[in-house]
């Protein structure tokens, strides 16, 4: 679970931040700075590859305890191509994931977002709520697996649930944070131009808030995701998280290893989303950390 | 709404909203804009402001120095509607906007919606444009805030003030942040400005030397009080070295407790 400063979000914004930020100058020029993020990136992840099927072809491990990757590129194709009795297909699966992620997630970010204003608007607020999610925050999210299944059931309910207690507090907290961080100033401003309350957190407290916020949402949505693999591995007869479970029993360690592989990519495509996101929401600030 | 009588003093929360006049005009040069009289305001055992009288016309450019804890901004935040904590009878007839000594330009709004942020009316686009025009930065408009000069920004701000169409304008030292050339030219943008809308200016700043080339009225702000007053009625553009304008110095300077005698 996430114990999340205040401050470090901020931190971790900025450096996100520069990272988008260097394909202009300052002065909107054009002039391209050495891009660092191309295909060097690469470099490392392919070489570890390579490795790895080293490693299995020359036998120093077993294929059953550790599949060569191509193995594990075939047994994909497998998946994906035949509807197995044990496993369906993997475009089945990665669905009723999807599903159970977006659900769960859009449920959870509701209440974090309309929590963390009711907390960050009024002093009130935050005496009502904010407690109750500190509290909330130091739990043990995967300890609550047994209560849930004791509540709710072992359906589809208290699945989303885990997924949406675990996105709801990253993006309360750093929303939170955010509200409460925006320079007090500037809602003087405000005051001084006139503003109604609402426009004033339309205008000031909202945009104030949101490189916070966006810190908050990368948080949870890895949270969600990894809450999504944790609720799919119980009692599930359908998703990502089953055919592990069906993998284990059949001691296909190469079908692990597709699945594991669908969640990183899901988790990067993700993260490559949110930058998006956040490239075009904090334009205004790209040219200052560009300098 | 556009006064505000006297009695036991309410401040208005927000004073752009509240008193909305379509436009300046229907006070007359000279009319009283700010009349106040026994402004208390403590914080704690300190007394900042007591008993403090001040009166500004409209087309008046007056300055308020003193030394810092003097109490000057609190007067200015009092007039702008910022401080619920003031005592006293303070009238104020007409609009009231302010620009502050960071030009306080919200960083994710583009320049004009800076300056156009708030205005009720049916064209907020073209006077803001307008405003812009005249404080020189008609093509900055689509410019992010970060992107400017510190002078830019801050001519923003005065633009963002002067589109509400202020009978009384606010300067909390607009300028202390900003270089020497830099400020000589905003000193000739804002008599410039001053001189074609001729709202009631009160300038804080806490340099002599910008109160005498601006303002017609010098106030010395002292034990919370307006300790002293010096009318400057000099043209403009003023000479920085006429005599008048020296011999003026020298007393602000003893006024504000400043030893001339050791360093000249």
Request: aromatic share 4%.
């Given at each position: 679970m996430s114990t999340t400063n205040p401050r470090s979000p901020a931190l971790g914004a900025v450096s996100v931040g520069a990272s988008r930020a260097r394909e202009r100058a300052p002065d909107g020029t054009g002039v391209r700075r050495r891009r660092l993020s191309g295909w060097q990136r690469l470099i490392s992840p392919v070489a570890l590859l390579a490795v790895w099927q080293l490693v299995s072809v020359a036998g120093l491990v077993s294929a059953r305890k550790l599949p060569p990757p191509t193995q594990v590129v075939s047994t994909a194709a497998t998946l994906i191509t035949t509807n197995s009795?044990?496993?369906?297909t993997l475009q089945h699966a990665l669905l009723a994931s999807l599903e159970r992620m977006l659900l769960g997630f859009a449920l959870g970010?509701?209440?974090?977002?309309?929590?963390?204003?009711?907390?960050?608007?009024?002093q009130a607020g935050e005496e009502a709520v904010d407690p109750l999610m500190q509290m909330v925050r130091t739990l043990p999210l995967f300890g609550l697996v047994p209560v849930f299944i004791v509540w709710f059931g072992i359906g589809q309910l208290p699945k989303l649930l885990l997924i949406a207690l675990g996105a709801a507090i990253p993006l309360y907290l750093n929303t939170f944070a955010g509200i409460r961080g925006v320079d007090g100033k500037l809602a003087e401003l405000g005051q001084v131009l006139g503003l109604s309350r609402r426009e004033?957190?339309?205008?000031?407290?909202?945009?104030?808030?949101?490189?916070?916020?966006?810190?908050?949402?990368?948080?949870?949505?890895?949270?969600?995701?990894?809450?999504?693999?944790?609720?799919e591995q119980l009692n599930t007869n359908s998703g990502l998280g089953f055919m592990i479970d069906q993998a284990t029993q059949f001691l296909q360690n190469d079908v692990i290893f597709v699945v594991l592989l669908v969640y990183t990519i899901l988790g990067l495509l993700t993260d490559w989303l949110v930058r998006r996101v956040e490239r075009r929401a904090l334009a205004w600030r790209r040219g200052l950390l560009a300098a | 709404m556009a006064s505000r009588s006297s009695g036991s003093l309410t401040l208005p929360r927000r004073p752009g909203r509240e008193r909305s006049r379509p436009a300046t005009g229907d006070l007359a040069d000279g009319a009283p804009v700010v009349s106040i009289s026994g402004l208390r305001r403590s914080f704690g055992n300190r007394v900042v402001l007591d008993g403090l009288d001040l009166e500004i016309r409209r087309g008046e450019f007056v300055a308020l120095i003193g030394r810092s804890g003097s109490g000057k901004s609190t007067l200015l935040r009092g007039l702008a509607g910022l401080d619920p904590g003031l005592e006293g009878d303070m009238d104020l007839h007409g609009t009231v906007s302010m620009a502050f000594q960071g030009a306080r330009l919200l960083p994710w709004k583009r320049v004009l919606d800076n300056v156009r942020l708030g205005l009720r009316r049916p064209d907020p686009d073209d006077v803001a444009r307008a405003a812009l025009a005249e404080v020189g930065l008609q093509e900055h408009h689509d410019a992010w805030p970060m992107t400017l000069s510190g002078g830019e920004a801050q001519r923003v701000s005065l633009a963002r003030a002067l589109v509400r169409e202020p009978d009384l304008m606010l300067l909390d030292e607009p300028f202390g942040a900003l270089d020497a050339l830099t400020r000589m030219s905003m000193h000739r943008l804002v008599t410039g400005l001053w001189n074609r809308h001729r709202p009631a200016v009160l300038l804080v700043t806490h340099d002599v030397d910008e109160a005498l080339t601006l303002a017609d009225r010098v106030l010395v702000l002292a034990n919370g009080r307006i300790a002293h007053q010096a009318t400057v009625s000099l043209e403009r553009p003023r000479e920085r070295e006429h005599p008048d304008l020296i011999s003026l110095r020298n007393r602000l300077l003893v006024e504000l407790g400043v030893d001339t005698k050791g360093t000249s």
């Open positions: 009795a044990a496993y369906g970010a509701t209440v974090a977002l309309v929590l963390a204003l009711v907390s960050g608007l009024s004033l957190i339309r205008h000031v407290v909202l945009p104030g808030a949101l490189p916070e916020m966006l810190v908050g949402l990368r948080q949870s949505l890895g949270v969600a995701w990894l809450s999504l693999v944790v609720a | -």
